[in-house]
């Protein structure tokens, strides 16, 4: 196993172009204090398709086309941290969480700011008949993308996604504020706020959405679509 460190000042950190990560299975990569703006117009910010696990803490990725695409299509499983990172104004999309050949992913965005983009942050199971997308949300916020806050989308025969959104909030949204579509899409909201959206929280398509029963859902043009399940505090 090796270990492979990218660190900026983030005042000086400017990267140039993309970053692509595409690493052994059993390396580690981490990504602190980065820059990546449309100088030089990068498709994608970070690219992540193979690596034992990726940490990106303390960056802002802004004005390009999508923000990180985390798409490992080989490896047993592949682990992504974010933290304390801007995504922003990115039309191609925030966050996408996508993986391919049955790779099992898990990936977990604390302190992440996905405004201004396509969309916020997105699970798909699409690319996969099998494997597992764990997908966990903590204090961050989904604001003003043009469609959707938080999305898991993964229909019958497709990996199965569970996404949970906690402590966090999702805010003007024009579709969505948080959106689970299809029979393998799992989602589970706890202590969330869901304000401003086209609509505030949905379950669509055969999806699963559960809600502790103390999130805000408020103020949407229309505040929810479907049927949440509730789910007991343990």
């Known amino acids: 196993m090796k270990s492979i460190t990218i660190i900026c000042d983030s005042g000086e950190g400017r990267i140039v172009g993309s970053v692509d990560i595409s690493a052994a299975a059993t390396d580690v990569?981490?990504?602190?204090?980065?820059?990546?703006?449309k100088f030089n117009n990068p498709t994608t910010g970070i690219t992540i398709t193979q690596a034992a696990s990726v940490t990106i803490a303390d960056t802002v990725i802004r004005g390009i086309g999508a923000g990180i695409s985390f798409t490992p299509s080989s490896g047993g499983s592949v682990a992504l941290y974010v933290r304390n990172t801007v995504i922003s104004s990115n039309n191609n999309g925030?966050?996408?969480?996508?993986?391919?050949?049955?790779?099992?992913?898990?990936?977990?965005?604390?302190?992440?700011?996905?405004?201004?983009?396509?969309f916020g942050v997105k699970a798909d199971g699409s690319g996969s008949t099998s494997g597992i997308i764990d997908v966990e949300v903590r204090d961050s916020i989904a604001a003003k993308n043009n469609n959707n806050g938080y999305i898991a989308t993964s229909n019958a025969g497709q990996a199965e996604i569970r996404f949970k959104i906690t402590n966090s909030s999702a805010e003007n949204n024009g579709a969505y504020g948080a959106v689970a579509t299809g029979a393998q899409a799992f989602m589970i909201l706890d202590?969330?706020?869901?304000?401003?959206?086209?609509?505030?929280?949905?379950?669509?398509?055969?999806?699963?959405?559960?809600?502790?029963g103390n999130n805000g859902v408020?103020?949407?043009?229309?505040?929810?679509?479907?049927?949440?399940?509730?789910?007991?505090?343990h």
């Open 29 to 37: 990569v981490y990504l602190s204090g980065l820059n990546i703006t």
């Open 94 to 118: 925030g966050v996408l969480i996508a993986p391919t050949n049955g790779v099992a992913v898990s990936a977990v965005l604390d302190g992440v700011a996905a405004n201004g983009n396509t």
């Open 218 to 233: 408020n103020f949407n043009a229309n505040n929810i679509v479907g049927t949440i399940t509730p789910v007991g505090l």
């Open 191 to 212: 202590r969330s706020s869901l304000t401003g959206n086209g609509t505030g929280l949905a379950q669509l398509n055969g999806s699963t959405v559960g809600s502790y």
